[in-house]
Nanobody
Framework: QVLLTESGGGLVQPGGSLRLSCVAE????????IAWYRQAPGKERESVAQ???????IYIDSVMGRFTISRDDAKNTVYLQMNNLKPEDTGIYYC????????????WGPGTQVTVSS
């Protein structure tokens, strides 16, 4: 059973924008803070933003002020609005629970590829 499905990636030039979507199974969406993770080529997966039910977004320094995470409770969906994209934002983006042990149990989806290049 696929519990989280990502979409919205693509190829964009530096300075461009993309909006990623993560549709979560209702129980997952309701019970867990959801994070967006990024795995750049040759690097380990890292959490770049997370949001709890009813909470505000939390970001790593490198995306602060450029990325905005939000939730739509009616659609069980978490969004990641990415503006002023940089080449170093390139990678596969995944959504999952904010805690890695929980994410491992829930399982990882295929992610969505984001490529920032001129």
């Amino acid at each position: 059973q696929v519990l989280l499905t990502e979409s919205g990636g693509g190829l964009v030039q530096p300075g461009g924008s993309l909006r990623l979507s993560c549709v979560a199974e209702k129980t997952v969406f309701t019970n867990y803070p959801i994070a967006w993770y990024r795995q750049a080529p040759g690097k380990e997966r890292e959490s770049v933003a997370q949001i709890a039910p009813g909470g505000n977004g939390i970001y790593i320094d490198s995306v602060m002020g450029r990325f905005t995470i939000s939730r739509d409770d009616a659609k069980n969906t978490v969004y990641l609005q990415m503006n002023n994209l940089k080449p170093e934002d390139t990678g596969i983006y995944y959504c999952n629970a904010d805690r890695l042990p929980v994410a491992k149990i829930l399982g990882w989806g295929p992610g969505t590829q984001v490529t920032v290049s001129s």
